[in-house]
């Protein structure tokens, strides 16, 4: 009989592109580390290779998942590869997670495969045999544990396992600020489509153009550090210089290597801090990314005259990756402090009302958007998936935003962080950003808290810059001639720093409860 001709299979596994884009030169270094170690594309290719060779050793189920908390390395950056190149589902956690926590993800996600740090091996393996995980193996941040004993006997060589776009690659748990933690999963295609645009909207350098070293100095747990960061380099076949902590000064330092940057406001802010911080430190840099949480314009102005660059602010959230971006070139546009920029390409983005309805041009509304981006829902949970999504397919980001006519996309706040005094709508961002105006304030976060006349009632919580003295009456006395009268905070009180999480939000839910006793005044 004779050979049919069929077409080359297209396999639809992210790591197949990720790995057409490494270098022709596999001897090149593709990170170097904060600790002096340099690794090339070989190693991450027969790394992640053994590591995948291990796992189809242990004959997993399809579609299993492999939860991972671990100290940041290039080891557990090879161990995401492995997952998605052996056709696993990966769900990072946390490290600041604790018993209670991992209980629930484990209990929920059903990992077949567990890895963590050494010394969490004793509690995290009781309550994953438990849970009915088949494997537990430990990764130290310094290239010990089980998991790289064993994957040391296996071959470095490995078949990519074929994947459709549409088959989970990763389930990321939302960091459940009201209610339990979600997870939601994300394909091979959301990543790939997302990584795609973001490579050609930030103009990432080919090696023919001079090429781009990323400072990859965030957690890879998240969003923006695992996803937006690696699949960034990678994509582009670019070195990354690789903080397993951030450190301000190093990364300064480092910005004579590099090109791009990725960073939450915190870590811009921190950098601002330093007197190293200057034109000539950053003058071999050509992009700073910030998003994560929402950057101040004042860290926006003052980065922009400290270094002459302007950051580029971008949105996006563990459901969708990225789905809104300043633009990278000035022809398309100016870099709007304060404003996330436009959706991206194949991201269709809509302001609408309480009933769903769009609203005008300018008016502030919860935003929703589809794309190939958006996630296939919440990890069994069908009816919080269907509440998330609307008729015609739109997912309700849950944030509060409105559009202008140019199309830059401004994010007001949370729909469940909008203060409903008196039964007019109070968005908190807008009263932060005129607290921030005041001289002497460095920072402020409002948040709404039930009360019997009202509703609820804002509550304003602003930090001093370094040697200035606030005094409560005179900042709600300065808003007064500012801001209609159901807008001012009831009661304002002046603190040295705000709860955040790792991602440097604002954990509003922390400040409700502390500041719950503000009801009773
Ligand atoms: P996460 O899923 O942990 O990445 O959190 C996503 C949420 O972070 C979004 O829904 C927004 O509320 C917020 N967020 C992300 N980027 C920005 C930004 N540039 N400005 C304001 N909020 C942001």
């Given amino acids: 009989m004779q050979a049919q001709n069929f077409p080359p299979a297209v396999n639809g596994n992210l790591y197949t592109a990720l790995r057409a884009a490494f270098p022709q030169d596999l001897d090149a270094v593709v990170v170097e580390t904060d600790s002096g170690l340099f690794y090339t594309w070989r190693d991450l290719e027969r790394g992640s290779a053994m590591m995948a060779n291990l796992f189809a050793s242990l004959d997993l189920p399809t579609g299993a998942r492999i939860a991972v908390q671990v100290e940041k390395s290039v080891e557990a950056l090879m161990l995401y590869l492995a997952t998605l190149r052996a056709g696993y589902v990966f769900l990072p956690l946390n490290t600041a997670y604790q018993s209670g926590e991992i209980s629930y993800f484990i209990g929920n996600a059903e990992p077949a495969v567990v890895v963590c740090s050494g010394p969490n091996f004793g509690w995290v393996s009781k309550i994953a045999f438990k849970a009915g995980t088949r494997y537990v193996f430990t990764l130290g941040e310094d290239r010990t544990g089980s998991l790289l004993e064993r994957a040391a006997y296996c071959a470095d060589q490995h078949t990519v396992a074929t994947r459709n776009a549409d088959d989970l690659a990763a389930i990321l748990y939302t960091s459940g600020t009201t209610g339990l933690s979600k997870g939601a999963m994300l394909s091979h295609g959301n990543l790939l489509s997302n990584a795609l645009v973001l490579k050609d909207c930030w103009g990432w350098r080919t090696q023919a153009q001079g090429g781009d070293v990323l400072i990859h100095a965030l957690p890879i747990f998240h969003v923006h550090g695992l996803f937006v960061a690696i699949h960034g380099a990678l994509l582009n076949g670019s070195k990354m210089i690789w903080l397993a ?21 915190t870590l811009f802010v921190r950098m601002l801090a330093e007197p190293g911080l200057t034109q000539e430190a950053a003058c071999h840099m050509r992009l700073f990314i910030s998003g994560s949480a929402p950057l101040l314009l004042d860290t926006f102005k003052e980065w922009q005259a400290r270094t002459g660059h302007t950051i580029l602010e971008r949105y996006g959230m563990s459901e969708t990756v990225i789905l809104t971006s300043n633009p990278y070139d000035a022809q398309q546009g100016e870099r709007l402090g304060g404003t996330v920029g436009f959706a991206l390409p194949g991201v269709s983005l809509r302001i609408v009302d309480e009933q769903g309805h769009g609203v005008a041009v300018g008016e502030v509304g919860g935003i929703e958007v589809s794309g190939p981006n958006v996630f296939k829902g919440y990890w069994r949970m069908p ?10 397919g739109f997912f309700k980001t849950g944030d509060v935003g409105m559009i202008d006519t140019q199309g830059y996309v401004t994010i007001v706040g949370r729909s469940k962080d909008l203060i409903i005094s008196g039964g007019y709508n109070v968005y908190p961002a807008e009263i932060e950003a005129c607290i921030n105006e005041l001289a002497g304030v460095a920072e402020s976060a409002v948040v709404g808290i039930a009360h019997a006349d009202f509703g609820e009632v804002g509550v304003a919580l602003v930090i001093p ?38 991602m440097g939000k604002v954990q509003k839910n922390v400040l409700r409860a502390q500041y719950s006793f503000v009801q009773k005044l």
């Fill in 245 to 265: 902590r951030f450190d301000p000064q190093w990364v300064i330092q480092k910005m004579r290597e590099a090109t791009v940057f990725m960073g939450v406001p």
């Fill in 465 to 502: 810059k370094p040697g200035a003295v606030l005094e409560p009456a005179k900042i709600i006395a300065s808003l007064k001639s500012r801001l209609a009268n159901f807008k001012i905070p009831k009661q304002c009180f002046i603190v040295d720093s705000l709860p955040r999480n790792t």
């Fill in 383 to 392: 009816e919080k998936t269907a509440e998330e999504f609307t008729e015609d």
